[in-house]
């Protein structure tokens, strides 16, 4: 057995764990995260894109739209390198109630969310695939962020700050002595060993798993309804900045370009466990549909992968349970000192990925509270590292990049642009990765072909690194094409089709990948 | 003289073309590019799984038959494979295709699993290891398609057709096809390999990195126009050598394609290329011509009988739509297997996903049929890709039902005594 | 296809949705087989137009010769080439090299350079003329470039006595394009006889440039002007009546590029483009209607026969081989090359030169070995670098076809 000593442990890898991490780091705790999987894996990762204007909630919900707007800008700067500032549209279809135009303009006027109203004609020229026959329109300051970017972002500013991140360590249980929280038992999953860290604070930032977690520390009944969302990626940017449908919250409300895609989101469906979310046919109509009335034919463009996120939104009994979307999405802490005696565990829950910053201030904030210590929260002022405020990521970086060594580099990943160096070096630092870890990092496999070209060329490098024998190298190659699949198969029509025609005729066909070898026991991390 | 028009490129486009410019007809070959044989691997397979190994594919096809009565092999049998196979063996010559329809040889993949097939190109044929052979997979650091670890190392631990295993290794040579290119793809390797100065850089290269007695793997790339640059090589290196296929672009593929496209061209063919078949122009139960958009208008090529070769799902030739709806592009044929609830699955590694089954049924003269068995049009015929009931990168099917039922559609053609009329009646997604 | 704005969209952007990256592109392309530094159809493609946003930032692009092979060989239907023609056309909005917008303005060139032509000609004809254009303006000083005649075509038509044989088949439009107006009179003129000879009354309305070459060179405004005004003009000839030309390539404009490339989507340039065909196509066309004049005189030739990219993309296949084929003794060997590295004002470039002479390397050879006295081809800018670079030399097809019906050379 492993054994630590730390401060404060952080459990959960998404934005939320992240971000307090790196608060707790910033404010001279010695942290430690770990998380089951890798960063950003969860519902982090298994989100549409956007960063909030707050335009989404000026009539619903005017303090979240407050905090949006207020935290956009400062995520915009702390996280350069993960935010495209391409700005939003809320359009007004002719079929949707035109009433709420007017709350809408009176409610961004409440909330101090920046916005103007621009003609139809300013509206279209900007977007020239949306729908022409809208009625009303008005510019917000929306964003695309790379969640995973922003969560490693997050997590190597705090390792700066002498944290810690150990991913792929599931927790077993959370020692108590007493009334106080003293240890966290972990598994390390890669190798099976036992890990157990020393500490006088837990802070469960689990998301859709944190009542789990909260129980493993004898803490029960903490309920998070994961409210299921699907959201479809689009081959290529129909839009080049965020597309709004002006009404009230609703399903495939939103288009967001994100990197090279447009993804499409999102439905809010109870769930009844986080880890089997399923992407429904109906639901994936439902999203061609509301498409259509953002972008007229939009059911002929290309789909090309499509993913279930589980919101984690904290039942407060105020309405049903099966009705996620009127939940609070505000944050909520639960201090287990004060409901279930036991100090030392705070466990957040609920809120955005925009205002995932805020959320680990509040979180941190009492935690220094319970502490009885005064240190002021500094991370909206300083930026994560690689990332210089004021140089935000743009779609044609890589295309860039690409530009200059092409002819001294090779693209693996061509779809993506992803670089042979990029990946190796990533390789080299996280030689315990999977294709699917890698690919979060560095997009390998997310464009059109869906690891067509690319999944043997990454497996072949693989085996390349001293750490992988043939027996991983050729598991992770089997692991990537099976996860791909999963993403792809319920959103498989049109143009898409043709390219798992020919994915299936190089893997089966060409290389008859089915005929290797086959493991004993098959990978799966 | 019977004027028909072919639709595709493809291995069984091409096929059928020159079976018919052989009988003497007039032919108009219709394509919207570059047909399939260049994303394949090269060879020529007939039968490869079912789902077991299969060693004698001919032999097989009744088995297959049997089991699956609505299997294209079910209406094409071993003779007509046989034809069919041989024909195209005769066409391509033995530069580029050589072995025994009777029995299947077994060759290493890019990952190093042992594929069958029937014929394959003379420059792989000693990738057929044997118990006790030394091998060695060469790899080019220019080249990022093949990864010689991955070869060698699933090579290494399959056991071979004879039970008993090779040793096998990796290695790299560097050696830049072109000054200053660190990312090539087989086909640039492929055309400077052509040129005899580069073959002695390679050969002196490859050389310095292998063992006496050791096998040669290469990936292939070893010459695309000159037919003796693998030849040249192995008697540089004084050893066997065996190209290994890639992911596209396929180098074997492209002699194929380029050697059938070639003999098309110089049969005065009217080779209509770039442009894609939008529908067909039917009268009383016939097909009098053929619909083709050209940039400005639309061109009517009228024909006695139809040839249609257009691939199947690869080529969008079978579209899904997003409403879970399959149709069939071109002439709106009917589908055999489209209305299945559930034509796709979760499981990649699961059971065949049932989709990639549909296309059209045929009749003995491979025409496409409707669900009571009646030929849709009396002179539409149909080849390769698009017809229904096979599973053919899994069988590794493909390449024999393609040629088997090009070959047979141009033998039976149905045409009529006197030239079709022209004359535009039904003319279909003429847009 | 229900909703207009999308099928509007399709045009170019949208096909990237069609591709399956699966390289047949790149076989095609005859720029990359002999130069790394262009990377080839399917990166700056499909592939590198998914991280566009209006912002110009690989200029390798530009070495995209515009020659259409990818587009035609992509059995999905991306418009490849289409789309590097719209994002060269973004790289150049601010800083277009004057070359070219030279290049482009072919109608001025034309008519600048028509009445000094023993002048103009001289001067192109020597070196150190050509080098400083080189230094200056950025054209090989090794380019084919044409020559300039005394007269142009609108001059010969105004002087020539009116055909003795009454039309017996009714009016049709001849386009002959900028070249055939002011350069390569000739092919022009032989057309005209043709047709005449096959019982047409030819009409030859007043003609500009089709703005192909400013197309090319990604200068859409103006372009989009000249393509139609062109339309008007042509229209004005009578409505509903075929038009017939000898440019290849300027064809291709009015029937697909025009729409596909730039957008244009005026009614007048549809109407136009409809009724637009190729001279051979038309001529294959009546053959194959069994409305041809077959009694050609015998010719034993063996003729090398390129088609022009800008004609094989227009999807109709080579039917100048057929035609030619008709006339007795005629054998047509065809170059089975891509393109000639002109691709229009391409070759031209000082720094495209060498790849442009590489692109053509087997033509040339070819054409040398098949026949060193006479080649075929139905462009004029690839006639011209044909001739240059294998110093064999190249007519029009048309050609053959006013020999072999006996007709008298245009006086």
Redesign the interface.
């Known amino acids: 057995m492993r054994r630590i000593e730390t401060d404060v442990v952080v459990i959960g890898g998404g934005a939320t764990g992240a971000g307090v991490v790196r608060d707790v780091a910033m404010r001279g705790y010695r942290a430690v995260l770990v998380d089951r999987a890798d960063l950003g894996q969860g519902t982090t990762g298994r989100y549409h894109g956007l960063l909030h204007s707050g335009g989404r909630y000026v009539v619903s919900d005017a303090r979240s739209a407050t905090e949006c707007a207020e935290e956009n800008v400062i995520v915009t700067n702390i996280h350069a390198d993960a935010v495209e500032r391409t700005g939003g549209l809320f359009i007004l279809p002719p079929e949707d109630p035109q009433d709420f135009g007017d709350k809408w303009w009176q409610g961004a006027k409440d909330t101090k969310v920046p916005a103007e109203e621009i003609s139809i004609a300013e509206a279209l020229k900007r977007e020239p695939r949306i729908n022409p026959h809208i009625t009303r329109a008005f510019a917000v300051e929306d964003g695309a962020v790379d969640g995973w970017q922003m969560v490693w972002g997050a997590a190597n500013s705090a390792k700066l700050y002498g944290a810690e991140i150990l991913t792929y360590h599931r927790v077993a249980k959370i020692i108590r002595e007493e009334d106080q929280v003293r240890a966290v038992m972990c598994t390390d999953e890669k190798t099976g060993e036992d890990v157990q860290i020393d500490c006088t604070f837990v802070i469960n930032a689990a998301g859709a798993w944190a009542g789990e977690i909260a129980a493993m520390a004898d803490c029960h009944d903490v309920t998070v309804v994961p409210g299921r969302g699907i959201m479809i990626a689009m081959n290529h940017r129909l839009v080049n900045s965020v597309v709004n449908r002006c009404i009230y919250p609703a399903d495939g409300d939103i288009l967001v370009p994100v990197h090279t895609v447009s993804i499409i989101g999102t439905t809010d469906v109870k769930a009844d466990d986080p880890d089997k979310l399923t992407i429904p ?1 109906d639901e994936v ?1 439902q999203m ?1 549909d509301a498409g259509e009335v953002l972008v007229p034919g939009f ?2 463009a290309r ?1 090309v992968h499509a993913w279930a996120g589980a919101r984690p939104l904290v039942k407060d009994g105020r309405v049903s349970a099966e009705d996620t979307r009127h939940m609070s999405r505000g944050m909520s802490v639960l201090d287990h000192a004060d409901r279930d005696g036991l100090k030392g565990l705070l466990t957040i829950s609920g809120g955005k990925l925009t205002t995932y910053r805020l959320m680990a201030e509040h979180v941190v904030d009492q935690m220094c509270e319970q502490l009885g210590d005064e240190r002021p929260c500094r991370t909206a002022e300083e930026a994560v590292p690689k990332s210089e405020e004021g140089k935000n990521y743009v779609v044609t970086h890589r295309l860039e990049e690409r530009e200059e060594d ?7 990943c061509e779809c993506e642009l992803m670089s ?1 160096q990029s990946y190796v070096d990533l390789l080299e630092a996280q030689p315990q990765a999977t294709l699917d870890d890698l690919r979060r990092q560095l997009r390998l496999g997310m464009g059109p072909c869906q690891g067509g ?1 690319c999944t ?2 990454a ?3 693989a ?2 690194h001293e750490n992988i024998d ?1 027996e991983r ?2 598991g992770l ?2 692991l990537f ?2 996860n ?3 993403g792809l ?2 959103i ?4 898409q ?2 390219q ?3 994915d ?3 893997f ?10 086959t493991p004993d026991e098959e990978l799966t991390v | 003289m019977s004027k028909i028009v072919v639709i595709g490129a493809g291995i069984a486009g091409l096929t059928a073309t020159l079976r018919c410019v052989a009988a003497g007809h007039q032919v ?1 070959t219709i ?6 044989l ?4 090269g060879t020529m397979d007939i039968l490869g ?1 079912m789902p077991n ?1 299969v060693e004698r594919p001919l032999d097989d096809l009744a088995a297959l038959a049997d089991e699956h009565p609505d299997h294209p092999y079910a209406i094409l049998n071993a003779d007509a494979v046989r034809t069919g196979v041989n024909y195209f063996a005769e066409l391509v010559g033995e530069d580029l295709l050589v072995g025994d329809p009777e029995r299947n040889v077994f060759l290493p ?7 069958p097939t029937a014929l394959a190109q003379p420059s792989m044929m000693a990738g057929q290891l044997s118990d006790g052979d030394s091998v060695v997979m060469v790899g080019i650091r ?1 080249l ?4 010689p ?2 070869a060698a ?2 090579l290494a ?2 056991t071979l057709p004879d039970g008993g295993r090779a040793a096998v290794r990796a290695t790299y040579i560097d050696l830049p096809a ?1 000054k ?4 090539a ?1 087989a ?1 640039t390797y492929a ?1 400077v390999m052509d040129d005899p100065t580069f073959r002695q850089l390679f050969v002196t290269a490859v050389k310095k990195v292998i063992e006496p007695g050791e096998k040669v793997g290469l990936p292939a790339m070893l010459g695309l126009k000159d037919p003796n640059s693998w030849r040249e090589v192995a008697e540089g290196l004084g050893t066997e050598v065996f190209e290994v ?6 180098v074997p593929g ?1 002699r194929l394609n380029q050697t059938l496209v ?1 003999k098309v ?1 110089n049969a ?1 063919v ?7 078949v939008l529908g067909g122009v039917a009268e009383n139960g016939r097909l009098t011509g053929v619909v ?6 639309n ?1 009517t090529f ?1 024909a006695d009988a139809v040839i249609h070769a257009p691939g ?5 030739a079978l ?6 709806h399959v149709f069939e592009r071109t002439f709106d044929l009917p589908l055999a297997g489209a209305d299945n609830e559930e034509l ?6 699961g059971e065949e ?1 049932p ?2 089954r549909v296309g059209v049924r045929v009749d003995e003269q491979m025409r496409p049929v409707d669900a009571d068995g009646s030929a849709v049009y009396e002179n539409l015929h149909a080849a390769g890709g698009i017809i229904a009931n096979a599973n ?3 069988e ?1 099917s ?1 390449d024999g039902i393609a040629v088997a039922s090009a070959v047979r559609a141009a033998d039976s053609l149905s045409t009529p005594t006197t030239a079709a009329a022209s004359g535009a009646m039904d003319s279909k997604g003429d ?1 | ?1 229900t909703d207009k704005s999308y099928a509007e969209e399709q045009l170019t952007r949208a096909t990237l949705d ?1 591709c ?1 990256k ?3 592109c ?3 392309c005859p720029v990359s ?1 002999v130069t ?1 530094l262009f990377p080839g159809p399917k990166f700056v493609g499909p592939q590198a137009e998914r991280f566009r946003n209006g912002l110009s930032v690989d200029h390798s692009v530009d070495y995209c010769s515009s020659c259409g092979a990818c ?7 991306v418009q490849i080439a289409e789309l590097n023609s719209q994002a060269r056309a973004v790289m150049k909005k601010n800083h277009m090299p004057l070359r070219d917008q030279l290049v482009s303005r072919t109608t001025l060139m034309g008519t600048f350079m028509t009445p000094v032509a023993p002048i103009a000609n001289m001067a192109l004809d020597m070196k150190p003329v050509r080098t400083i254009v080189e230094k200056v303006v950025g054209i090989h000083r090794n380019a084919p470039m044409p020559t300039a005649r005394t007269q142009t075509l609108a001059g010969w038509l105004k002087k020539r006595p009116k055909p003795a044989e009454p039309a017996t088949r009714g009016p049709i439009v001849y386009f002959h394009g900028c070249a055939g107006g002011y350069f390569e009179t000739e092919t022009s003129k032989k057309a005209i006889l043709v047709l005449e000879h096959l019982g047409y009354e030819v009409l030859v309305p007043k003609q500009g440039c089709c703005g192909l070459a400013q197309q090319s060179n990604g200068l859409f405004e103006g372009a989009t002007k000249s393509v139609l005004k062109l339309c008007e003009q042509l229209r004005s000839a009578g409505k509903d009546l075929t038009i017939v030309s000898t440019s290849g390539s300027c064809a ?1 404009m ?3 590029e025009a729409h596909e490339i730039m957008g244009v989507n005026a009614e007048e340039l549809h109407d136009v ?4 065909r190729e001279m051979s196509e038309f001529l294959l066309d009546l053959y ?1 209607a069994g409305e041809l004049d077959t009694n050609f005189e015998r010719n034993d030739i063996t003729i090398p026969y390129h088609a022009p990219c800008q004609l ?7 039917p100048a ?2 035609l030619m ?1 008709l006339i007795p003794g005629v054998s047509v060997v ?1 170059s ?1 090359q891509a393109c000639c590295g002109i691709a229009g004002t391409y070759g031209l470039k000082k720094e495209k030169y060498d790849i442009a002479q590489a692109v053509g390397a087997a033509l040339f050879k070819m054409v040398k070995e098949t026949n060193p006295d006479l080649a075929v081809c139905d462009t004029e800018t690839c006639r011209w670098q044909i001739e240059a670079s294998s110093g064999v030399k190249t007519v029009h097809p048309i050609w053959l076809i006013h020999q072999a019906y006996g007709l008298p050379d245009p006086r």
């Open positions: 046919r109509q061609m059911r002929k789909a092409r002819l001294a580099d090779q693209i693996i042979r070209f043997t060329r497996a072949g490098l085996l390349e043939i190298a050729t190659l089997r094409l099976k791909r699949w999963i198969w319920p498989l029509y049109g143009d089709v043709r798992t025609a020919l299936n005729w190089i089966q066909g060409t290389l008859d990948v089915e005929h290797l070898p | 108009t394509t919207k590019g570059i047909g399939g260049q994303l394949g691997q799984y190994r993949t890019a990952v190093g699993a042992l594929r220019q990022k398609d093949f990864y670890g991955l190392q699933n631990r399959s072109r200053g290119e660190a990312d793809t086909l055309r296929p890639l992911q596209p672009p396929s492209m070639d061209k005065r009217r080779w209509v290329y770039g442009s894609q083709a958009g050209t940039t400005g208008h061109v009228p199947g799902f690869e080529s969008g579209e899904l739509d997003s409403y879970n796709l699955h979760g499981n990649y590694w996903q989709l990639f053919r990168w899994r590794k493909g847009n | 296809m069609h399956v699966c390289t047949i790149e076989t095609a087989a790394p587009t035609l060989a992509c059995p999905q239907g291709g009015l029937k697909h483009g409809a009724r637009t194959e094989k993309s227009q999807g109709m296949g080579m081989i057929a084929e065809e089975g």
